[in-house]
């Protein structure tokens, strides 16, 4: 792994030219090492195995095109669904089309800006749990921080999807089923890599499929509950609510309960696992930079001083929005999407093939050589350059962008900014020596070792 003093933790990139089997192995234990270095600077990159070729897109116009302007010729990608089946089934994540639209469509008004105001009160309340469980753990051993991001990021989803905090009996299982679905999956299924019909056992593990069923029977039992409540009249008034009730504008048609499953498992997985990397991330950064800290701790004491604590606080919070942005430019929890190619194509001269794979890396984007100022480095304030202005627009998409944007987006800029506003206005943290975590992509982009982290009271 690269280290330097003043460049945050990158993976060491694999050799140019590998075989296709030692690819494949390297890619299966982590997709960020195993690309080449090339990637970083290249407008495009062509891959060829036997059985399909994928493109890697990082010039802004081919992005655009298959994000913003032709998304339903670009749909997502058969081979990306095999491995999160099991828990995901046909959540608005994965499915295409008519299906995706019909969801999106119910989905949307949930998290619309108006209605967002109202998940405050549960964020703050998340956010000072998550103070006094990090309080009761200080001592002189270091913290692992990603469980403790993880911890406070299931909660939010709890206590704003159903209004249950994460000591609840049943959010706490789903969370522990969680964990352990997480260890069981593997990056990529066997199903993505070969061209198997549709028939054909995928092989997921035994672990995989199991804890995917526990937690599913978990969600279900939470939907069901929910269902009973808004017959009776007595549900109150949160997003699972909110989801439940909202008819299609075009059909009148809800979500079935099983549908509703999908649904809410892939808010956990997504709000959940996206928001407790990239706090994570962010926390590390800010250790390894107490100046960047000891601003956010300062903007923290001001705005939470001023008054009773409400959602228009956020738009007080400039530092620490600015540097969780930073945090998952350098660090954007999902490092890759993939699409395919439903017709033929001309990506930069080059012919691409119906079924190709076309894979947007916001990895390799956020962090591109012949786009951004200072590249691998740590600089929040490169928000108001001209630079960075120009690549916000053009290479920065950790939420996705175009209709496939995620529906959260708006959700985890509240988050984020937040909680990391709260931790810092209350700990200091610093980095552990000889202890630099190992940036990999599992679900998300994570710590290999986890991140540790000492931590002081202020």
């Given at each position: ?106 989905i949307d008004p949930a998290f619309e800006g108006g209605k967002l105001r109202e998940t405050f009160p549960a964020m703050w309340a998340a956010g000072q749990a998550c103070v006094g469980r990090m309080k009761a753990k200080i001592g002189a051993e270091p913290i692992e921080i ?265 959700f985890a800029m509240a988050e984020g900014p937040l909680l990391l506003s709260m931790l810092v206005g209350a700990f200091r943290f610093g ?28």
């Amino acid at each position: 792994m690269s280290q330097s003093p003043y460049l945050p933790p990158k993976p060491t990139p694999r050799p140019d030219r590998v075989s296709l089997w030692r690819y494949l192995r390297l890619f299966k234990s982590d997709i960020l090492s195993a690309q080449p270095a090339r990637l970083y600077r290249a407008w495009m990159a062509e891959f060829r195995t036997p059985f399909f070729r994928s493109y890697m897109c990082n010039d802004p116009q081919l992005v655009d095109l298959v994000l913003k302007e032709r998304p339903m010729d670009f749909p997502k990608s058969d081979r990306v669904r095999e491995g999160l089946k099991p828990l995901l089934r046909e959540s608005v994540f994965i499915t295409n089309g008519e299906q995706w639209l019909r969801q999106r469509r119910i989905i949307d008004p949930a998290f619309e800006g108006g209605k967002l105001r109202e998940t405050f009160p549960a964020m703050w309340a998340a956010g000072q749990a998550c103070v006094g469980r990090m309080k009761a753990k200080i001592g002189a051993e270091p913290i692992e921080i990603e469980s403790e991001t993880s911890h406070v990021a299931a909660d939010i989803i709890f206590r704003t999807l159903f209004s249950i905090p994460i000591e609840d009996e049943t959010a706490s299982a789903v969370f522990s089923e969680f964990k352990s679905h997480q260890r069981a999956s593997p990056v990529v299924n066997l199903g993505a890599l070969l061209p198997l019909p549709r028939w054909f056992p995928r092989f997921h593990a035994r672990e995989t499929k199991e804890t995917a069923r526990r937690i599913r029977a978990l969600i279900e039992k939470l939907t069901a509950a929910r269902a009973r409540q808004i017959s009776a009249g007595t549900a109150p008034d949160d997003l699972a609510t909110k989801i439940m009730t909202t008819p299609d504008p075009q059909t009148g048609a809800r979500f079935s309960t099983e549908e509703m499953i999908d649904q809410v498992a892939i808010f956990f997985l997504a709000g959940h696992e996206t928001s407790a990397s990239a706090l994570a991330w962010a926390l590390y950064l800010l250790a390894t930079n107490p100046d960047w800290q000891d601003r956010i701790a300062a903007e923290a004491k001001a705005v939470f001083e001023a008054g009773n604590p409400d959602f228009s606080m956020l738009g007080k919070l400039k530092l620490s929005r600015a540097v969780f942005r930073e945090a998952m430019r350098l660090y954007p929890p999902v490092p890759m999407f993939v699409r395919e190619a439903r017709c033929p194509e001309s990506f930069r001269g080059r012919a691409v093939k119906p079924g190709s794979q076309v894979v947007i890396s916001p990895w390799h984007l956020h962090r591109h050589e012949r786009l951004w100022d200072n590249h691998d480095g740590f600089d929040p304030a490169r928000w108001e350059t001209e630079n960075g202005k120009a690549c916000l627009r053009a290479a920065y998409i950790p939420f996705s962008t175009g209709p496939r944007v995620c529906p959260g987006a708006g959700f985890a800029m509240a988050e984020g900014p937040l909680l990391l506003s709260m931790l810092v206005g209350a700990f200091r943290f610093g980095p552990v020596e000889r202890r630099a975590p190992v940036p990999v992509a599992h679900l998300t982009v994570r710590g290999k070792d986890g991140i540790w982290l000492n931590i002081s009271e202020r």
